[in-house]
């Protein structure tokens, strides 16, 4: 079955300042991964997402991920943090049928 | 374009009362999901629709929770009756359609339920 690890719950960083989120997956076929952010009181926004191809896919918002199959891990990256970018980022694997299975999410405290 | 809509977006209950939501789709989205997230939880999907029938209902408890989405478009999830774990925000998303390669899911604000 499809799960997703996020090892930290919480993370602090100072603006302007690089930021990376870990996200750990388990699935059996070739994984298609995403990277959504929530804002409070806010859906969840597609920041980016791993079909195939090339390892390091961009997002929105500067912010990229790499995918490395041997660690099965699709961590988040961003070089420099803004205050904006303070909300909860949750990673999710998809498989058969378009569904959806999410992490727990890290909330991002940046700090000025 | 216009996105998922949800509402209400906020809803307070006592235990053992009934609570419905309702989302309507972005135009011409085929697939409809309902999630549920838990705080401190990410989103768990709870049924999801292709056009007006339900592909997937595995994680619904249907003793107490039920959907509908009866013209393919806007859709309904009741709960009823409603237990103190069931607080929740409950999330509606939509995309094209449910095959691979994939499809991108777009999310409603959500609907925060509160059961006292």
């Known amino acids: 079955a499809q799960s997703v690890t996020q090892p930290d719950i919480h993370i602090t960083v100072s603006e302007g300042a690089s930021l990376e989120l870990r996200c750990n997956y388990s699935?059996?076929?070739?994984?298609?991964l995403f990277w959504y952010v929530q804002s409070p009181g806010q859906g969840l926004q597609l920041l980016l997402k791993?079909?195939?191809?090339?390892?390091l896919v961009q997002g929105i918002k500067g912010f990229e991920a790499e995918f490395k199959r041997s660690q099965s891990s699709f961590n988040l990256r961003k070089p420099s943090v803004h205050w904006s970018d303070a909300a909860e980022y949750f990673c999710?694997?998809?498989?058969?049928?378009?569904?959806?299975?999410f992490g727990a999410g890290t909330i991002l405290r940046v700090k000025s | 374009e216009a996105g998922v809509a949800q509402s209400p977006r906020y809803k307070i209950i006592e235990k053992r009362q009934s609570v419905a939501f309702w989302c309507n789709p972005i135009?011409?989205?085929?697939?409809l999901y309902w999630y549920q997230q838990i705080l401190g939880q990410g989103p768990k999907l709870l049924i999801q629709?292709?056009?007006?029938?339900?592909?997937?209902d595995s994680q619904l408890p249907k003793d107490r929770f039920s959907a509908e989405r009866l013209k393919g478009v806007d859709s309904t999830l009741k709960i009823q009756p409603a237990k103190l774990e069931d607080s929740a925000v409950y999330l509606c998303?939509?995309?094209?359609?449910?095959?691979?390669?994939?499809?991108?899911?777009?999310f409603g604000p959500g609907t925060r339920l509160t059961v006292l």
């Open positions: 998303a939509s995309s094209l359609v449910r095959h691979p390669p994939y499809n991108e899911q777009f």
């Open positions: 699935y059996g076929a070739t994984p298609y």
């Open positions: 791993y079909f195939s191809g090339d390892t």
């Open positions: 999710a694997v998809g498989g058969y049928g378009n569904k959806l299975v």
């Open positions: 135009s011409g989205h085929a697939t």
């Open positions: 629709f292709q056009n007006n029938g339900v592909v997937d």
